[in-house]
């Protein structure tokens, strides 16, 4: 039902010479699929599309407007709701995490933190039909239409072996999927049967997830007992070594002031990057060759860092001594859901509360902070959130 309601939406928006040839295109992908090795019924039900995915073809070209703080993304990803979430799931599906650890030698903690990030916990996992979606990135003239094209015989490829069924196949708009994200060529060359039932399931099995994502960590070159991140405090002035790739030994850290977070000296024989995601008045960070393989799951800094962070809150760790460099703290998804009903309560459109801050609720915030005299910056901040009666 769900896919039926996406294509008459789509078929809505789209007629004339563009429907005509998204139809003829997805005609050739049906015959493209088959010839690669996928059966004819498969492929005949799976693209059995009328138009485009109108969300799609609009996401795929919007360029990112809002750049988040990375105060608002760690607070948002790595807040205390979402550590006990998780610590309670660790219990629960211990006996498949601490296989994963012994067979493929990655923390338990760091798998745990990707699939807390990624879907928060195999809540989250996406609600497009990705075989429409990435017909539609293949047929309406995305220059990466090649790629997106082995994505979905890949995706026809996982029903046609029997790892999934046809209406398992919903992820993000961009393909990836799962319980822990994985697009179909990740899932193809890198996912494994943890469970022993036969099949490779990373969208209903929990324990074929975490065994993946372990699969992927030490394939991309984890480290089994090697250290990831530590948290450190620059002194001012700090004129030494920065950058993830820029790896020195700790005792050249050392010899230019930086301590552990909570004031001991570093200790140890091996070499670390230095991130300073705020600048030298925020927290700093040492991360290790085992940093770069969380990074490898999404090549972003601020997404390491998270998962990175998300793990040891998870093992017990502290929160962030060092504070942000800012008197208008991110908020955590409570609040921010809380901000959301705040809004609509004051009559601002923005749809239904869910936690999440896209872009009519930034105009909501931006309309509502100049309501209040403040400059309208769109940010879920602490400011704003108190200015409308949010909770201290």
């Not at 219990?91 to 601490?98: D, Q």
Request: hydrophobic share 40%; net charge positive; proline share 5%.
């Amino acid at each position: 039902m769900r896919a039926q309601a996406l294509f008459a939406a789509a078929l809505a928006a789209w007629t004339g010479p563009a429907l005509a040839d998204f139809q003829s295109c997805v005609a050739n992908l049906r015959s493209s699929v088959v010839a690669a090795g996928v059966s004819p019924a498969v492929a005949a039900k799976a693209l059995d599309l009328t138009a485009p995915n109108d969300k799609v073809v609009r996401l795929s070209k919007v360029q990112p407007e809002f750049k988040m703080p990375i105060w608002d993304y760690i607070g948002f990803l790595v807040d205390e709701q979402r550590v006990d979430d998780g610590k309670a799931l660790m219990r629960k599906h211990a006996a498949a995490l601490k296989a994963a650890e012994e067979r493929f030698g990655v923390s338990r903690y760091v798998i745990a933190g990707v699939w807390g990030v990624e879907t928060n916990f195999g809540q989250d996992t996406g609600d497009n039909y990705l075989p429409h979606a990435l017909a539609t990135l293949i047929c309406t003239g995305n220059p990466r239409a090649n790629f997106w094209r082995s994505e979905l015989i890949a995706a026809l490829k996982l029903v046609h072996q029997g790892d999934l069924q046809l209406n398992e196949l919903y992820g993000s708009w961009a393909g990836a999927f799962g319980q822990t994200q994985f697009i179909p060529t990740t899932y193809q060359r890198l996912a494994v049967d943890f469970d022993g039932d036969g099949r490779r399931d990373l969208v209903k099995s929990t324990a074929d997830a975490l065994g993946s994502t372990a699969n992927y960590l030490r394939k991309a070159g984890w480290r089994p007992g090697q250290p990831y991140l530590v948290e450190v405090k620059v002194p001012s002035g700090y004129s030494g070594p920065t950058g993830r790739k820029n790896r020195v030994a700790l005792a050249t850290y050392a010899n230019h002031g930086v301590t552990r977070a909570d004031g001991r000296p570093l200790s140890g024989n091996g070499a670390a990057g230095l991130l300073l995601p705020a600048g030298r008045n925020g927290p700093g960070f040492l991360v290790f060759p085992n940093f770069d393989a969380i990074y490898a799951y999404n090549q972003a800094e601020s997404y390491a860092l998270a998962i990175s962070y998300l793990a040891q809150r998870l093992a017990g760790g502290p929160e962030l001594v060092t504070a942000w460099p800012t008197d208008d703290p991110g908020l955590n998804r409570l609040q921010r859901l809380d901000l959301q009903k705040l809004l609509i309560a004051r009559g601002y459109n923005i749809g239904d509360a869910d936690g999440k801050i896209g872009q009519a609720s930034r105009a909501a915030i931006a309309a509502a902070e100049q309501s209040v005299g403040m400059p309208g910056t769109g940010r879920a901040g602490t400011k704003i959130y108190r200015a409308l009666g949010g909770r201290q």
